[in-house]
């Protein structure tokens, strides 16, 4: 009904604004920053100095970093939500709040507090000691780094997995064990193809935190590791130079949209649902 | 098998507890390491309450998730069913992409692109202190709606598209037929969409830290500027204290959204 | 059926809708009388529905008028009508209980006692034989219980007209059967003017007082279950009601039909001498008699036995028949037809002609597959 549209279509008007106001045109200030110096003139070179070998180490870095951390989240991530999808319903839903409890506790208590287990005096290796072995050096290393972001994001690992895992209809298994396939049979040609969306999700949801994070790298470790998060915290909090930052955030997020889009390609070509 | 599963998920969880269940612990220590357990006490609770810089900072974090929650929750809940209704699928698409650009953005940029916007309007209009209460505010209802509308969205598309039109053809005016059926109907996505946005608002550092003004401090942005030094056990304490309120609500939410699914779906 | 003016209730003048370029309704012109049982029959996309909803309210015509009472209501809004809607999956509001449902119309506009609302809501529920499921949470209900609630939470506010749409469409056979003779009481106890819209022609032959037979957006015919059955006007509605065998004939003059290479004596009358026609034989009103006595004769195909009575499919001439008889015939069994002049119906040349009526590829599945797609 007529009369029913018009006052409907004003409701998503507010929200209209906002996301013009709020969330387009600071992206455009972002793009403004990176193409401008600190006079305002149109300039290249914070994109030009973002691509230096300094900042290069640091991009290449990170990309590694949260590749690996992506991966391991994967590795332990899948069988866990696999666990939980076989688990009876009413325990399903008392391990995914377990699961997503710790994400609702402040991320920065948590990973400083990772310190204490690490340090070199810390949990582990108090208790290595107590069992009569050598101290392991563990805090300030990549290792750590890396640990902080599995531990932090696991969570955004598991529970898309899960979600698309559960939905599964457990009588494709049953047709699939009932046409001749073996366990192993059914967990790579049922079972993966068809939860390869919630990876996709799973992956993308820990890549892009760890690739961004600076807070984890700060901690745990100790600013030997300065990855793409910490450069960009430190011109906007410390050097002041907003272009530079600016620059080097687009890039952030130039790198993250090409890496979605191989993703994607990806999952496009395994048949299965981009989220 | 089934041991097996067992035992990998108790892992898991040992390893998504650890670091809790050791800053649970120090929060009692008699001592002020976090490394050491010297001895039990409730020392650094008593403490924490005497802290006021830490509670302001507790009750700034509260009014903020509250106000940008409760916000986001009235302008994303009428986005939700503005979108649903449009025709125009071109515009539909390209808002709800819009939309979701700050849960796919890394944290990091969304907190500096409006940082940015925030500066350079404050500079056109000379302000002294670019970034505030409002900034902060702003940013947050930002983030909260896409969450908003992510939970509210599918509830509106699975809504009997008759049930308004039963309303009006009982004397419901299209408005009345809304707040008096439609709205009822979709109640606990706006519900989980508020709490969502909540918990989110609540917990967020990395989007404060690049809006927030001086002279305000969230417990996220205390919590950092704290863990630059030696951290007291008066913030595992605090920790503490939050886990079980988090706890808490997790578990009231839950009770709510099974009360709700109580109603056997028939078909 | 009386064309005075008073017992008008709703009155639809040349309308027409169509929707994104197809037309669906194309110059519909009906008038419905008060307190009468009114079926809108058709197929599936045969603008039955689409007429209920511009009576509803909920569609505005592309052209024509809406009178309810005389008045013209085209753009009047669905909640300022005297009319109220049962819907096709019933529509109750899922946060309300039973009660809150019923109560749900007693609660807008102007306000009434607790105990008034109380009262009604609980005779509207006995009316329904609901009585004690005040409390219920409608989604524990069955499809019947919801049907029912649908009902009272429509007519608590005493309609002038009832809009029922397909309501028990989602019903089993025998909860139909009951819900049918439940709606007829209710129609009958209340005197409110039903407006009912199927596609199954027995529940419209069952119920009404008048049927509309619609196809393709227009009225095809417009009578009494026993109009409709015994006179169709096409050969549309004489396939779409009841089994028929349609045959092309020739009106040789009043009284004498001739088809199948024979004439027949017959009770119509008013056609041009030697005007092509169709023939309607319904297959209950032909005799099985032996081939020497018989008026046409022809070689049994098939027999299926139908509890009361056997279908048999007769080839008389390449044309197949279909007969039902309480005698057994055998099949490939050579038997006579004795057709009594009541028995033949004539009826004008149509577009429908030629595409119903031969029951050459006839076979039960495809009868009910055809009933299923009608229920989308």
């Known amino acids: 009904m007529k009369q029913r549209s018009l006052l409907q279509k004003c409701l998503a008007a507010p929200h209209m604004v906002w996301t013009v106001l709020f969330i387009i045109a600071p992206l455009l200030f972002v793009a403004y920053y990176a193409f401008t110096d600190s006079e305002g003139a149109f300039t290249f070179d914070n994109i030009l100095k973002s691509l230096e070998a300094d900042y290069m180490v640091i991009f290449f870095r990170s990309i590694s970093l949260a590749i690996i951390a992506t991966f391991i989240c994967l590795i332990i991530a899948y069988p866990m939500a696999y666990a939980i999808s076989r688990a009876k319903p009413s325990a399903q839903k008392i391990i995914i709040m377990l699961v997503m409890l710790p994400m609702w506790m402040n991320f920065l208590i948590r990973t400083y507090s990772w310190m204490s287990i690490l340090e070199d005096t810390g949990f582990i290796n108090q208790l290595l000691i107590k069992l009569g072995l050598e101290p392991v050096h563990m805090i300030n290393t990549s290792g750590a780094v890396v640990l902080g972001m599995v531990y932090n994001f696991l969570p955004y690992m598991i529970l898309p997995i899960y ?10 298994v049953e047709a699939a064990h009932d046409l001749g396939c073996n366990s192993f049979g059914v967990m790579t040609k049922v079972i993966f193809p068809l939860s390869i969306s919630g990876v996709v999700s799973g992956v993308t949801m820990v890549f892009v935190p760890s690739i961004s994070t600076f807070y984890i790298s700060q901690k745990l470790g100790g600013g ?29 997020m130039v790198l993250i949209i090409i890496s979605m889009a191989i993703m994607n390609k990806f999952s496009d070509e395994d048949g299965g649902m981009v989220v | 098998m089934k041991t097996m599963s067992r035992l990998y998920t108790t892992l898991i969880f040992v390893f998504l507890y650890a670091p809790i269940g050791i800053l649970v612990l120090f929060s009692f220590n008699v001592s002020n390491s976090t490394g050491v357990f010297m001895g039990f006490s409730l020392d650094w609770y008593k403490e924490l309450f005497r802290d006021s810089a830490t509670l302001a900072a507790l009750k ?4 903020l998730a509250v106000t940008s929650s409760v916000i986001a ?12 209704r449009m025709k125009n699928q071109y515009v539909k698409g390209a808002l709800i992409s819009a939309t979701n650009i700050p849960m796919m953005n890394p944290d990091i940029v969304t907190g500096i692109s409006m940082m940015l916007l925030f500066v350079f309007v404050g500079g056109l209009l000379k302000l002294d202190n670019n970034l505030s209460f409002a900034t902060l505010l702003i940013a947050h209802i930002t983030f909260n709606l896409p969450y908003v509308i992510l939970s509210v969205l599918p509830k509106i598309r699975q809504l009997d598209s008759q049930l308004p039109e039963a309303a009006m053809d009982l004397g419901c005016t299209p408005m009345k037929a809304f707040f008096k059926v439609e709205l009822p109907a979709i109640m606990p996505g706006v519900l989980s969409g508020l709490i969502m946005a909540f918990t989110l608002s609540l917990d967020d550092f990395v989007i404060s830290y690049f809006t927030i003004g001086s002279g305000f401090e969230t417990l996220p942005i205390r919590i950092y500027s704290m863990t630059k030094k030696r951290v007291t056990p008066d913030m595992y304490a605090l920790s503490t204290l939050i886990f079980i309120a988090v706890l808490l609500l997790l578990i009231l939410s839950n009770v709510i959204s099974a009360k709700a699914e109580k109603k056997p779906k028939k078909k | 059926m009386t064309e005075s003016n008073a017992g008008r209730i709703i009155e639809l003048k040349n309308i ?58 085209n753009d009047l809004p669905p909640y300022k009508r005297q009319v109220n809607t049962v819907f096709q999956k019933y529509a109750l509001f899922p946060h309300l209980n039973v009660y809150e449902n019923v109560a749900f119309g007693l609660r807008l506009g102007k306000k009434l006692k607790e105990e008034e609302i109380s009262r009604r809501v609980k005779d509207m529920l006995r009316m329904v034989n609901l009585s004690g499921f005040e409390r219920r949470n409608v989604e524990s209900l069955s499809g019947g219980q919801q049907q029912r609630v649908a009902i009272a939470r429509a007519l608590i506010n005493h309609p002038r007209v009832l809009l029922l749409d397909e309501p028990l469409g989602a019903l089993d056979l025998k909860l139909r059967k009951d819900m049918q003779n439940e709606l007829k009481n209710i129609q009958m106890q ?61 009106m040789l003059e009043d009284y004498k039909a001739k088809f199948s290479n024979q004439t027949f004596d017959c009770l119509d009358k008013g056609f041009a001498k030697g005007e092509a026609v169709d023939i309607v034989v319904r297959p209950e009103d032909v005799d099985v008699v032996p081939v020497e006595k018989g008026m046409l004769s022809g070689i049994v195909t098939s027999v299926t036995f139908k509890g009361v009575h056997y279908e048999i499919i007769v080839d008389i001439g390449g044309f197949k028949w279909m007969i039902q008889t309480t005698d057994f015939v055998a099949q490939d069994e050579h038997i006579g037809l004795y057709i009594e002049p009541d028995a033949i119906h004539v009826m004008k040349k149509s577009k429908y002609s030629d595409q119903f009526g031969d029951y050459s590829s006839f076979s039960d599945e495809l009868d009910e597959l055809s009933v299923n797609t009608e229920e989308e």
């Not at chain 3, 197929?43 to 008045?71: H, M, N, Q, W, Y």
């Not at chain 3, 007082?209 to 006007?233: R, S």
Request: aromatic share 10%.
């Open chain 1, 163 to 172: 979600t698309v895992m559960v939905k599964i209809d457990r009588r494709l």
């Open chain 1, 224 to 252: 030997n590791f300065d990855l793409i998060g910490d450069t960009i915290e430190r011109q906007f909090q410390t050097a002041y130079n907003y272009n530079l930052g600016a620059a080097i955030s687009l890039i952030l």
């Open chain 2, 60 to 63: 700034n974090t509260l009014i």
């Open chain 3, 16 to 73: 027409r809708k169509s929707f994104d370029g197809e037309t669906v309704l194309d110059g519909i012109n009906l008038d419905i009388h008060d307190k009468e049982f009114v079926t809108f029959l058709g197929p599936s996309g045969c603008g039955k529905t689409t007429t209920l909803r511009i009576i509803a309210g909920f569609e505005t015509p592309d052209f024509g008028e809406v009178f309810f009472d005389g008045a013209k209501i």
């Open chain 2, 73 to 84: 929750t009235v302008i994303g809940t009428a986005a939700a069913v503005g979108i649903d």
């Open chain 3, 190 to 250: 209340t005197g409110i003017t039903f407006i009912y819209v199927t596609h199954d022609q027995e529940e419209a032959l069952s119920m009404s007082d008048v049927i509309v037979v619609m196809n393709e957006g227009v009225i095809q015919q417009i009578g009494t279950p026993t109009d409709i059955y015994n006179e169709p006007v096409n050969a549309f509605v004489a396939d779409f009601i009841g089994e028929s065998n349609i045959l092309d004939g020739v």
